[in-house]
């Protein structure tokens, strides 16, 4: 009869220790797949937000080269507005996925982004010095290389 109660101990405690260690793996497992997945969401916001505010910029700069009333500097504001619209909402997306320094590094984007945009509106002679909006991207584009647990580039500073 022992023997009977001993066998059927050490069944249970084999059962509950396969089941723990499998519901483990699976919690593991999903923990995994929902990292991956948030990467890859969190991967294709910033490349967009990055390629939408190259867009901004270079309609703003053809828009403010272009000659006052024509046709052809309408068009390009219209174009300006309407990629200005789109990286609106891809930063509402940035600020709930990503980290908060690469959100700081977006919204200082932003501030140099809607300045260009005013002189291309007001077609001011002085835009916003180029260099300026490149040394903000690079800083995002570090940010969100931290963010994602990517490596900085070897070839900057």
């Known amino acids: 009869m022992i023997t009977q109660i001993v066998t059927l101990a050490g069944v249970l405690i084999g059962a509950l220790t396969s089941y723990l260690s499998t519901a483990m793996a699976e919690r593991a497992r999903h923990r995994r797949g929902m990292a991956t997945r948030?990467?890859?969401?969190?991967l294709n916001t910033y490349i967009e937000y990055?390629?939408?505010?190259?867009?901004?910029?270079?309609?703003?700069?053809?828009?403010?080269?272009?000659?006052?009333?024509?046709e052809d500097r309408m068009q390009l504001l219209a174009e300006m507005v309407e990629a200005e619209q789109r990286?609106?909402?891809?930063?509402?997306t940035l600020v709930l996925?990503?980290?908060?320094?690469?959100?700081?590094?977006?919204?200082?984007?932003n501030l140099c982004l809607w300045q260009e945009q005013t002189a291309a509106k007001n077609q001011e002679a002085t835009p916003v010095v180029e260099g300026d909006l490149e040394a903000l991207m690079n800083i995002y584009h570090e940010q969100a290389r931290t963010d994602l647990g990517i490596p900085l580039s070897p070839w900057r500073d």
Do not use: M
């Open 50 to 70: 990055a390629s939408c505010v190259k867009e901004v910029y270079g309609a703003a700069k053809r828009a403010r080269r272009a000659a006052e009333g024509t």
């Open 87 to 92: 990286r609106s909402i891809l930063f509402e």
């Open 97 to 109: 996925l990503a980290a908060p320094a690469a959100i700081k590094a977006a919204h200082a984007v």
């Open 38 to 42: 948030w990467d890859e969401r969190k």
